[in-house]
């Protein structure tokens, strides 16, 4: 098997499913098998009848899932209705020719769904620092063939600098951000302002941001709306919730008094739009 962040992969299809993973994998998409409880134990059984990723499309882009240690993965591979309707919600708000920002895009299973949505005319700014995510990001946009898709190889933070991320070998999508020397499976990576990444990106507006950023959602979006001009903030937005106990900020209620109205709440996200 080619390692997931080798510089010259294995082209989109040499890891597609052989017949008995197809089955299995067509089984959960039709059955309950595809809710979370039951991912792990598909992962396992599709890891058993081959070794190694799978090169599948999901909501019209193509992707190779390494879905044995990552949930987001897992997620998309087994369920075609993965995240929709966070996705339905930020499709609804970024037209075509629009801009979609993504903070934490992993390995792009909103990124490229929007990119497709928005088509060329249109701008993503994908946002993710740990290398080996960014790398399945990198090729699952370029086998996808997104030209409009910026990536962004480093961590929306509060300053520009540096930051440690601290990697969850169980799930490489729960990566997050840590302070000090002492954890010693972090790593050091780039860390910007979102503004500045916008700038750099040449943004003048947002029709949607989707953030997910492991507790430090706060970090990134405080300073962001202290600071950018308004003709920069979003229109509309999901952030992730279920870290909210780690923020320093209660970044909702200070989008809340900006302007911001909820318009719904899923198990992990809540969906604001800007008034």
Not at 79 to 96: C, S, V, W
Not at 165 to 177: F, K, M, Q, R, V
Not at 200 to 210: D, M, V
Request: charge should be neutral; aromatic fraction near 8%; charged fraction near 20%.
């Amino acid at each position: 098997m080619i390692p997931d962040n080798d510089p010259s992969p294995a082209p989109f299809g040499a890891f597609a499913p052989n017949a008995a993973q197809a089955a299995v994998i067509s089984l959960a998409h039709r059955s309950r098998l595809r809710r979370g409880a039951f991912r792990p134990m598909l992962s396992r059984l599709v890891n058993l009848l081959r070794a190694g990723p799978v090169d599948v499309h999901y909501q019209g882009a193509s992707f190779r899932f390494y879905h044995q240690a990552s949930a987001t993965e897992r997620g998309a591979l087994f369920n075609p209705d993965y995240n929709l309707e966070e996705l339905d919600f930020l499709r609804a708000h970024a037209p075509t020719g629009g801009v979609f920002v993504d903070v934490g895009a992993n390995v792009g299973t909103y990124a490229l769904a929007l990119a497709r949505h928005i088509g060329p005319e249109g701008k993503v700014i994908a946002i993710e620092p740990h290398p080996v995510t960014h790398a399945r990001l990198a090729f699952n946009a370029a086998a996808s063939g997104f030209g409009q898709v910026r990536l962004v190889a480093a961590a929306a933070g509060p300053v520009d600098g540096e930051l440690m991320i601290e990697t969850d070998g169980e799930n490489l999508g729960a990566s997050h951000i840590v302070s000090g020397a002492s954890h010693r499976k972090a790593i050091r990576v780039q860390a910007l302002r979102l503004q500045r990444i916008l700038e750099n990106a040449g943004a003048s507006r947002i029709n949607a941001l989707k953030i997910d950023v492991e507790g430090f959602e706060d970090r990134v979006l405080t300073g962001f709306f202290s600071n950018a001009p308004q003709a920069l903030w979003p229109g509309a937005v999901v952030i992730e919730h279920l870290s909210r106990g780690e923020w320093l900020h209660d970044c909702l209620a200070d989008m809340r008094a900006r302007g911001y109205i909820e318009t719904g709440k899923t198990r992990s996200n809540t969906l604001l739009v800007r008034s």
